[in-house]
């Protein structure tokens, strides 16, 4: 755990101040850990449970996107609606990095080797963002 503990604080020390987006709430914690703020609670809960984002939300979180008012979109790749694809679609066509996690552990991994390779994406992202 020591490492993994390091490489959060290592990117918290790193991050853009920027908020990120997420599809569900599956990667919250380690976001927090990271320093990072979610800015669609609302999207991403009414994902999780399975119901439909309101369209406000919907339209805030495209606007987001559009206006790279984020560091980066997370996609639960486990459980993925159209809408979410299109929206991480957008991501990419927008030039917003696109995280992809999963809720849970892939076989043949412990927890830290599946959290480490999650946040590796966000390292990637932080020195793509600093190389430009």
Request: aromatic share 6%.
């Amino acid at each position: 755990m020591e490492s993994l503990q390091s490489q959060l604080d290592q990117i918290k020390e790193n991050r853009d101040l920027k908020q990120v987006a997420v599809s569900e709430p599956v990667f919250n914690y380690q976001l927090e850990a990271m320093g990072y703020k979610v800015i669609d609670p609302h999207f991403a809960e009414a994902v999780e449970e399975g119901s439909d984002p309101s369209p406000k939300d919907i339209r805030e979180l495209r606007n987001a996107i559009t206006k790279k008012q984020i560091a980066f979109f997370v996609e639960n790749t486990q459980n993925t609606s159209d809408e979410v694809k299109s929206l991480a679609k957008l991501a990419k066509q927008s030039g917003v990095p696109v995280v992809k996690v999963t809720e849970t552990m892939p076989p043949h991994e412990d927890y830290v080797e599946w959290m480490e390779k999650q946040n590796q994406q966000v390292e990637k992202i932080q020195e793509m963002a600093t190389n430009d």
